[in-house]
């Protein structure tokens, strides 16, 4: 039988053995042309304008065929004022009623659809970026990009799209204002520029340059370039964002509805295309949407995502990981406590990049909430670009206010490339981090994260190790699980073979193992052990799974695992079955489903969860799921369940209205969240936003939820 080591050498073997060519045609750079004409923004690049600039055109398939030109041609043309940057695109379809768009909602699912993006890096540094996305209707999304494989999906720029369609094709217009993006303050630009359009009928990926499999877009490396772009600058470095506020909160004991009414903003200083200033003064993020209520079936605290715009710009110069939601900075740590909303009197961030040298400095202060006091919380990072995609950097961090002192200091690198073994992808990274409380030093309180990640599609092989002891206090970050000692190895691959027979790849996941121990007493604590047995990809977008789960976990304490059931303290080992099916989302019904059933600690498991989605129309889009467990351990059963539905219609690209409903028998809650977004210009929004709940469910009256509160708020963006 062949043992793990052979079996990664043989996998090492064959991924050297694929011959992959230099992922670059020619042209593989695009000269942006000088506009000397006002053009109609219609999403009908037909102008003489547009027929004179200079086009590019050789889209090479990633998907299906790989290397392949692509089988439905594609036109970019780039132009510019001195306000923006324009792109004209050409997205011809020998047969028009074979293409999918489905949602005109802002962050449309891309992946779901047609779509055509735009990764551009003002810098051109191999690190940093914005991901520019479009579908047929118009809809748009974004994200940032921050190294080859971070993306931000929830940011959101300030910029515009628009299209139109005939029987040869679908066609854009998009613009850029060059306030939202960062640059170098020199005269003569070169960026790094890259293309990739979604053919779903064809589940056809293809792209400009760097098709690669083993890249993905935001590999700014692999890029064309832009050039031809000369003295730009912004024209208008301010921008005023002030937001005025009304709404009403009911109150739980009596009844009584408190109106409450808010006005604040933020001003934005571009110091230069590269630096930004930002204040900020009575902060409110009522427009946010509600959090999705997670089951939690384990005795760690569960990590949820930000989703307040406010902290989502330039995110990524304030990260710094222990792990992959391990942080030293959660945002989500200001202007909340214990999931409830903190006033943030104001503050000031900092951020962009200067030469080599990128920069994020944030300092917010919080008002008093009950017993927690005024709170000062501060944020200093600093990154220094290496060689062509490599970083050493630092963070500071401090949560000061008259009860206490927090500070936490660290160093972290990385060296990246995408030329290891000629054209693979490797990244060595290494970060340390130590805790202050009062300003004093304490025992175990150093933590470290060091990990070799191979990322590449045929074989994907990450090996970890990490640290965290119980004495590491990190009051602004987020650390699921502390006091332990941790190897991880994930080992992935993903052979192409069987394409005849529909098949685009296959999925093994050998081992996906992570080793805890206790780190103030090095004993074994917990093991997971994730195998893929068998897992494909069909080329009609349907997908297949099975594995096998393995955990032991020794408790020193017990918990408690619902309101029926408590684990005792002792040692287990419990095994699992798990079979996934999905298929493509982009069809009218779609449908996911997850089931999996064996041992949980010294009981039995039955877990089920379910999606179903249907694309009625252009405008209306619904998606519910499920998810139930099983537990039965001994005489005690109980049935642990989740449902929530969306509802989204959008009446054009810039109305559209939310309905978000979920039920949660772990927390006896039951919510509803409806959401009114316009977007009268861009850069503008109005928000009105209503939501109701019941807590506890078992005691409620229909027509009195105990959760109630209501709000519009208009924010309005100034420039000058």
Known sequence: MMNRASFVGLTLFLSLSVNLQAQRSMPDSLKASRMTETLRFNGKPDEAFWQSAEHISN????????????????????????????????????????????????????????????????????????????????????????????????????????????????????????????????????????FERYISCNNEQVRWQGWSRDQNIGNISMAGRLNGLSNIYYDQRFELKPYALGGWNRDDEGGKVKPNGKIGGDLNWNISPNLKLNITANTDFAQVEADRVQVNLTRFDLYYPEKREFFLEGADFYTFKLGQTSKIFYTRKIGLENREPVNVLGGVRLFGKVGKNNIGLLSLQTAENGTVPTTNNSVFRYRRDIGTQSYIGGIVTSKYNRDKFNLVVGLDGSYTTSKFLKNKNLIIFGAVAESFDQGMSRNDNVSYRCYIDFPNDLIDNYIATSSIPAGFNAELGYFGRQNFDAISWNLNLSPRIFQKYGFQKFEFNPWELVVYRTHNTGELESISDETRLLGFQLKSGGKFEYNIKYNYDRLDHEFELTDQILIPAGKYQFLQHEIGIETYEGRKIWGQIVGSIGKYYEGDIKSMELAVGLNISSHLNIKADYELNYLKFGSHKDLVQQLAAYINYAFTTRLDLALFSQWNTEDDLALMNFRIHWIPRIGSDFYFVFNNGYEPVHQAELMHPNISSGAAKLVWRFTF
């Not at 792109?87 to 999918?100: F, L, N, R």
């Not at 047609?114 to 047929?136: A, C, E, K, T, W």
């Open 59 to 194: 889209f090479t398939q990633r998907e299906q065929d790989f290397g392949q030109p692509s089988t439905e041609r594609t036109e970019v043309a780039i132009g510019y004022d001195q306000q923006a940057i324009w792109i004209a695109v050409w997205c011809y379809q020998k047969d028009m009623s074979k293409v999918i768009a489905k949602s005109m909602q802002r962050d449309f699912d891309m992946e779901a659809e047609d779509n055509f993006q735009v990764m551009i890096s003002p810098f051109n540094d191999n690190r940093n970026g914005y991901l520019f996305i479009i579908n047929p209707l118009g809809a748009r999304a974004d994200l940032l990009v921050a190294g080859n494989e971070e993306f931000n999906p929830d940011w959101n720029g300030v910029w515009d799209a628009k299209t139109s369609k005939d029987d040869k094709g679908w066609y854009a217009e998009i613009i850029i204002p060059y306030s939202a993006l960062k640059f170098k303050n020199e005269a003569n630009q070169e960026w790094a520029l890259n």
